[in-house]
């Protein structure tokens, strides 16, 4: 026999909520409707913040016993793609204690169990609470970005699948292009040209020498800084010289770097590329994708009270990192203390066969009461 939060991650999971601008992506709205309509049922105000047409946050508010207070608990509803998935996606399968589907526990598994604790509330809790369900988090997290406008919290509770455990660090990270460019010239006179490949096996070198000094960067719950080269495309056909070639960067930020310092070096690596082959063409692009670290202290309420309500429940309290970013951050930014933590591994998220354990939901459905009764 299910919890009714397992019957609503099952619910959850039959709307097709791909985030729209992937392979079959679908607006928010379908899922935001299913959502206001578990909560107005219940007599539980809430109401839709709209980010892109037909694209709302869906927030459900509990009003406390101090009005001054506040309590944001947040869960994305867009999904990544399904392309590629073994299992159906959106036909949610129970077996083995787990739930399976596309979202299970990337967030929809967080998003049922902070539904159910909101709606559990028998009396006025400390703090005034908002159950948040935003769209957009997997692309360009415009959902949270239009949450935080004007918005005024204690602290929040963001789901993700951290195992249930308590994360007050994560990384940030920069994404941005490097563009190289030669002079295209037929291949059986490729001396006429100039290689755009070329030139970037030089820069890809310069950069494999630079993420040596990424090692010495550590963080004490995140480890070191790392970098990443995604995507490289160049070249037109096998008998051109090929005038262009770009490459995209993911570079995972530690608390306390700075976005536009860590591009400067970049920017000096290429320059002094440029000294070195005087006739090397050679461009940064703007960032395509930024997001700042988080990091929360561990004296901060939020902290010690979710730590508390985990050691009631017999789980782990003590805080930790994650090298991935969520919502928490922005929210973090905008001057609310916060953490991320809910059912599921981060390994099965994206994955072709996504999954989420059905104890560890009903864990996370008694944390986020526990923590909504408690923090005053």
């Given at each position: ?268 690596l290429l320059a002094g590329l ?94 986020y009461r526990g923590f909504m009764?408690?923090?005053?």
């Amino acid at each position: 026999m299910f919890s009714p939060v397992i019957h609503t991650l099952a619910d959850l999971i039959r709307i097709k909520s791909v985030n729209p601008a992937y392979e079959g992506g679908a607006p928010e709205a379908h899922i935001a409707a299913f959502i206001r309509e578990f909560f107005c049922s219940r007599g539980i105000e809430c109401y839709e913040q709209e980010v892109f047409p037909g694209r709302p946050n869906l927030i459900a508010r509990v009003l406390g016993r101090q009005p001054a207070r506040r309590v944001i608990f947040e869960a994305h509803v867009d999904t990544a793609s399904a392309s590629g998935m073994d299992i159906p996606p959106f036909e949610p399968e129970i077996r083995d204690g787990c739930v399976y589907g596309r979202g299970a526990c990337d967030t929809k598994a967080g998003l049922a169990a902070m539904m159910h604790a909101l709606a559990a509330l028998h009396q006025p809790p400390p703090c005034e609470i908002w159950v948040v369900a935003a769209a957009d988090e997997e692309f360009s997290y415009r959902g949270v970005v239009r949450l935080c406008e004007g918005l005024t919290a204690d602290a929040a509770v963001v789901s993700e699948p951290t195992d249930m455990r308590l994360v007050v660090a994560t990384k940030g990270c920069v994404r941005f292009r490097i563009l190289a460019r030669g002079i295209a010239a037929h291949s059986s006179k490729p001396e006429l040209g100039r290689s755009a490949i070329v030139t970037m096996a030089r820069v890809v070198g310069a950069l494999e020498g630079h993420s040596a000094a990424l090692a010495k960067n550590t963080h004490p719950l995140l480890g070191h800084a790392t970098y990443n080269i995604g995507t490289i495309h160049g070249g037109r056909q096998v008998n051109i010289v090929p005038d262009a070639c770009a490459i995209e960067i993911d570079r995972r930020l530690l608390p306390g770097e700075e976005i536009d310092a860590v591009l400067a070096e970049y920017e000096a690596l290429l320059a002094g590329l440029r000294r070195e082959y005087p006739d090397l063409r050679v461009e940064m692009d703007p960032p395509m994708l930024t997001d700042y670290p988080l990091e929360t202290a561990a004296e901060e309420p939020v902290v010690v009270v979710a730590g508390q309500v985990l050691q009631q429940l017999g789980l782990p309290g003590s805080p930790v990192g994650v090298p991935y970013g969520s919502d928490a951050s922005k929210l973090s930014r905008a001057g609310i203390p916060s953490i991320v933590i809910g059912p599921g591994s981060i390994d099965q998220a994206h994955a072709a066969v996504e999954f989420v354990d059905c104890r560890q939901v009903d864990q996370a459905f008694e944390f986020y009461r526990g923590f909504m009764e408690t923090f005053e």
